[in-house]
């Protein structure tokens, strides 16, 4: 059976084995809030909660652009937002270097809790199930019904690679779809 395969197949029996009110670790907790403080920021066009977050160096990501830090100093994330060119807001919440948890459950726990805020937004018909190529062991995805209030299509992921310690979290506005401003209807 290939690696990645394996890999699938194993997070997928942990996170399916998680009783629906697990009581989750401190690791997702805070991981939750800050993916969900990015999540809304972008959907609803506003600036992300800062609240108990502290600005860190500015950095330039592999697209050249220079994106804002902002560290959450009772956990392992941090948040980072950025507007690419285009105009187009996206925030993600990353591990900190050096930080990867040394225990795999806190990334079952993870992806535990992404799988139930995404199954409680999609049945609050609030959002949509988006669909991702298995990029990674683990790759989930969800966007609003509603595009931003900048006409832009959302999308919010979560791709892990454990073996490699990949963690993408990410929630922006989808330049590969055009952004259609509201407008007011006659």
């Not at 993916?35 to 160096?57: F, K, P, Q, Y």
């Amino acid at each position: 059976m290939p690696k990645m395969l394996r890999a699938v197949l194993v997070i997928a029996t942990l996170v399916a084995s998680l009783p629906a009110d697990a009581a989750w670790t401190p690791i997702d907790e805070s991981w939750l809030g800050l993916w969900n403080r990015c999540r809304l920021a972008v959907e609803n066009g506003t600036e992300v909660d800062h609240s108990g977050l502290i600005a860190a160096e500015p950095r330039t990501d592999v697209l050249g652009t220079v994106a804002k830090v902002w560290s959450d100093p009772s956990s392992i994330f941090e948040v980072i937002e950025n507007e690419p060119d285009g105009g187009t807001h996206q925030c993600r919440v990353s591990i900190k270097d050096g930080q990867w948890p040394s225990d795999a459950t806190d990334i079952v726990a993870i992806i535990g809790s992404f799988e139930q805020q995404r199954q409680e937004l999609i049945a609050a018909g609030s959002h949509t199930l988006r669909n991702m190529d298995r990029v990674a062991p683990y790759a989930g995805a969800l966007g609003p019904i509603h595009r931003s209030p900048s006409g832009c299509s959302v999308i919010s992921t979560l791709i892990i690679t454990p073996a490699e310690r990949s963690f993408i979290s990410l929630s922006g506005e989808q330049v590969a779809q055009p952004c259609e401003p509201a407008t007011i209807a006659p």
